[in-house]
Structure formats: structure tokens, C-alpha cells
């Protein structure tokens, strides 16, 4: 009974820190688009000038 407790538990940690992760690397990845996103309404707002 310890042992499937031990295991169980382990994987409730696993499986909320690869949560974490995806949603880290979801929001790097958003972040990354908004920056391309600005740089591109900067280069057509001094082309268009």
C-alpha cells in the first residue's frame, strides 16, 4: 500500500510540473509572436512614411 501511495504520488508530481512546463513554453512562444508581430507593424509604419 506505501509503495502505490509512493507511486501515485510521484506521478501527481510528474504529471503538474509538465503542466507547468507546457504552459511556460506556451507563453515564450507567445511572446516570441507578439515581439515578430510589433516588429513588423514597426517596419511598415516607417515604410508607409
Same mark, same amino acid.
Given at each position: 500500500?506505501?509503495? #502505490?501511495? /509512493? #507511486? #501515485? =504520488?510521484?506521478?501527481? @508530481? #510528474? !504529471? &503538474? @510540473? $509538465?503542466?507547468? =512546463? &507546457?504552459?511556460? /513554453?506556451? +507563453?515564450?512562444? !507567445?511572446?516570441?509572436?507578439?515581439? &515578430? !508581430? *510589433? =516588429? $513588423? +507593424? *514597426?517596419?511598415? =509604419?516607417?515604410? !508607409?512614411?
Amino acid at each position: 500500500m506505501k509503495t #502505490l501511495f /509512493a #507511486l #501515485l =504520488t510521484a506521478l501527481g @508530481a #510528474l !504529471s &503538474v @510540473a $509538465a503542466c507547468n =512546463t &507546457v504552459e511556460g /513554453a506556451g +507563453r515564450d512562444i !507567445s511572446a516570441g509572436g507578439e515581439a &515578430v !508581430s *510589433d =516588429t $513588423a +507593424r *514597426d517596419v511598415e =509604419t516607417e515604410i !508607409s512614411q
